[in-house]
């Protein structure tokens, strides 16, 4: 609906706002976000984020996409996605990991979980992606055995919970 | 697209100053929103830990635009003073009721409600401007009045904005919400909405 | 409503359609008007969120019991 308008006297603003004061005002959540599936506390899990980093940074190798095409693809900045790449210290925020699956084709759930960001109920999770991290090498392309460890785990991670 | 003249207070001069209430959030607001807005958000966050960011600072109002832009059911205002955006908020007109006095009435539900980074006595003491959680409450109550619905509305408030929707607004409280991130959930009446826009 | 480029149509019911009409209209204090342009506002959030591959489910607040409504 558009032409609402609003016609309240200066006094009442006055009044008003004496009330609200310095108090804080933020409510709701973006649509788009999936409010239930993001955990109140923050979990880490360095073994499941080096998982995620190995994850993203073999999709685009996989595409022969750099950094910064996936960056562009995903409205992310190329810096977000090299620091998601290469250092599990490195929390990712919510909504990039929503994005990248948006990007990716995927449940965001799983690489929520992958990221640390939620706890993990997708079974074998942790085990899966233990395993593709120590099949898969951060090198210049995709070798046969690395190729067959992300198309594994796309498939493990691709499974209805 | 609708302006109305509304007032927030500005801190250095301690005066109510004119400021436009808009019905639409415009791409110009969301140009303002990341040339302005999102800058600050990030240099705050910039080497604080997740507990210590803002709870809406990963809110992309960029990207969400397009999903409710181009439904009949959601509307969205800015608040603009001195040339910057101050304020934004979406709010949807189709969810019911909880509170069993109005239960399965329509109720303008405020999806999500901010102000800028500047006007946040967390970020920035003074802050710039006081007065935009007003401005919108009373935009989500006149918006429910204009649809019929008695200037009822519904919202889950961020844990720290709780004593605002309780207290300064006088909306009754409903509990903890599960199936929304354990957030507080907030309904005003009609009678409350009555007192609001008198006081 | 203040909204001014508004257009009027005629709106064929059966009486069975209009008696819910007039039920949801007193059941959710509004004119006949407002409650047809709910359903409206309401059928194309819903269309919307579906034609973007997600699904309407209802849950069963005491069981969780999760079902989902097909539309299409």
Known sequence: ?161 | MTESRVFLRKSETNELVESSLLDEVTDHHLAMWNGSWRPAMEAYCAGRVLRDKPEDHHWDWKWKANEWRPLLGYHSFAIVCENDLQGLMVASDFKSARLQAQFGKPIVYVEFVATAPWNRPELQNPPRYRGVGTVMVAAAVELSWDLGYRGRIGLHSLPKAEPFYRESCGMTELGKDAAHQNLMYYEMTDNQAERFRQK | MTESDKRTMTLNLTAREMAVLEQLAAAKDLSKTGVMRLALRLLQAVDSKIRMGQKLMFEDEKSKEKSELVLI
């Open chain 1, 1 to 161: 609906m558009k032409n609402m308008k609003l016609d309240y006297p200066k006094k009442w603003y006055e009044n008003r706002i004496a009330l609200e004061g310095d108090a804080e005002i933020g409510a709701g959540t973006p649509p788009g976000i999936q409010a239930k599936t993001l955990a109140k506390s923050n979990v880490t899990r360095i073994d499941t984020r080096i998982a995620f980093g190995t994850f993203v940074a073999l999709w685009r190798r996989n595409r022969g996409w750099d950094a910064a095409k996936l960056a562009e693809t995903a409205e992310l900045d190329t810096e977000e996605i090299l620091e998601i790449e290469r250092d599990p210290h490195c929390e990712p925020e919510p909504d990039a990991v929503y994005k990248l699956a948006r990007v990716f084709g995927l449940s965001p759930k799983p690489l929520l979980e992958l990221a640390g960001l939620i706890e993990p109920t997708t079974p074998r999770l942790r085990e899966e992606a233990v395993r593709f991290a120590a099949r898969s090498e951060s090198v210049a392309a995709l070798n046969d055995r690395e190729r067959e460890a992300f198309e594994a785990f796309v498939s493990a991670i691709s499974e209805p919970a």
